[in-house]
């Protein structure tokens, strides 16, 4: 079902419904959210001509900008490092006081879901999952002109009284990788069957060369004020559709599936539309990004009826971030990034816990005498 964007947008929140998961809106200029979600997955994983990387690959990650001094912009064939999930560092520490820097080499570590909100993924109580962030030269150049990326540039900003408002052509991504031998147990199959359903690329992990499996990732693009947000995981991952279920009206021949009754069963694969199978080999991918499936796509709050829209990743939210899905909403989520007047990051807008996770309608005074961040969490990456 397609809502139109701007009944959604101006829509107040009268009372609080049940949540409703994330469905495909015509935007301004006439095109499905699903549909530009899949035009921007089959930009940024197409083949970038350096060193055997994806276009995304070869991006600014969160460390090259928040940790590095001065940011960088990363070198051809620069190796891939991994680390926990910066979100799901900050909702177990929120509002704590001098909070250390997430980033370190070769984090890879056992997902904090596994004994709460992804207790029952059968993910191994031995495997890990690490996490990439990456941003466009739009998003890279923006950041770091305006001094965003150190706690002395915000600090500024916020003294100069700064809006951040990032450019329509800014793209970012967040994926969460596991090694290749861990997802082969999680899904009881042989590794051979992992490299050609998930991308696989190889990172260092605790000083040795590991083959890891990209199991689902976020895309947010800045056409509109919200962004749009669209969530991809591989079809063979164990609950993609649970608790809110997929939907995808451009790609999917199956438009919405609901989340079976036990939690983290297979869904299979999800079909493709002619439509989307052209727009995928016009695109000259590798044939493994036709096992990845739209979760769904969010550019608001809430829908047409007032009930909070929620969309999460089954992998990023439940499993390495600890947080529901029942409680998991991009838009929402996001709009809470802000810095406080001596340019640190304000956590308040997470909750006092990923259990309690915000949705629904934005409220600014939550976050009141700080700065938003344009949708941005990365400053919590930061360590200068």
């Not at 950041?143 to 009284?161: E, P, T």
């Not at 199959?189 to 990732?217: G, H, K, P």
């Not at 996001?334 to 915000?358: C, I, M, V």
Request: aromatic share 10%; with cysteine.
């Amino acid at each position: 079902m397609r809502r139109p964007y701007p009944a959604a947008v101006m829509a107040s929140l009268l009372g609080w419904s049940a949540p409703a998961a994330a469905q495909g809106v015509i935007l301004p200029w006439g095109q499905s959210s699903d549909m530009v979600g899949w035009q921007s997955f089959a930009q940024i994983v197409a083949p970038s001509g350096q060193a055997n990387k994806v276009e995304f690959e070869t991006w600014a990650s969160d460390e090259d900008i928040y940790t590095k001094n001065p940011a960088q912009w990363p070198t051809v064939g620069q190796p891939k490092s991994l680390r926990v999930s910066a979100l799901g560092h900050a909702r177990a520490r929120p509002g704590a006081p001098n909070l250390p820097a997430v980033v370190a080499p070769d984090n890879c570590n056992p997902p904090p879901g596994l004994n709460g909100a992804a207790a029952n993924s059968g993910f191994p109580a031995n495997g890990c999952i690490g996490e990439e962030v990456r941003r466009n030269w739009a998003s890279f150049q923006y950041i770091v002109s305006n001094g965003l990326d150190n706690k002395a540039g915000r600090a500024r900003a916020f003294a100069n009284g700064l809006q951040v408002d990032l450019p329509a052509d800014a793209v970012e991504f967040k994926g969460d990788w596991a090694p290749v031998a861990d997802v082969a147990q999680w899904l009881k199959v042989d590794a051979s069957v992992v490299r050609t359903s998930y991308y696989t690329s190889s990172t260092t992990i605790n000083n040795v060369a590991t083959e890891v499996a990209l199991l689902s990732f976020h895309i947010s693009t800045k056409q509109v004020k919200n962004w749009v947000w669209s969530d991809f995981e591989g079809g063979l991952t164990p609950g993609r559709c649970d608790v809110i279920g997929c939907h995808d009206s451009f790609g999917a021949v199956v438009t919405d599936v609901e989340p079976n009754q036990t939690p983290y069963q297979s869904y299979g694969a999800c079909a493709k539309t002619p439509a989307l199978k052209a727009m995928l080999k016009s695109a000259g991918l590798d044939p493994v990004w036709s096992n990845y499936c739209l979760k769904g796509t969010q550019v608001t709050y809430i829908d047409d009826n007032g009930a909070p829209i929620l969309l999460g990743n089954s992998v990023i939210e439940p499993l390495n971030a600890n947080v529901p899905l029942k409680v998991s909403s991009c838009v929402t989520c996001h709009a809470y990034a802000a810095f406080n007047p001596d340019g640190s990051p304000n956590f308040t807008g997470l909750g006092p816990s990923p259990a309690q996770s915000p949705i629904g309608n934005f409220d600014p005074n939550v976050i009141k005498g700080s700065a938003t961040n344009d949708f941005i969490w990365g400053l919590i990456t930061g360590s200068k």
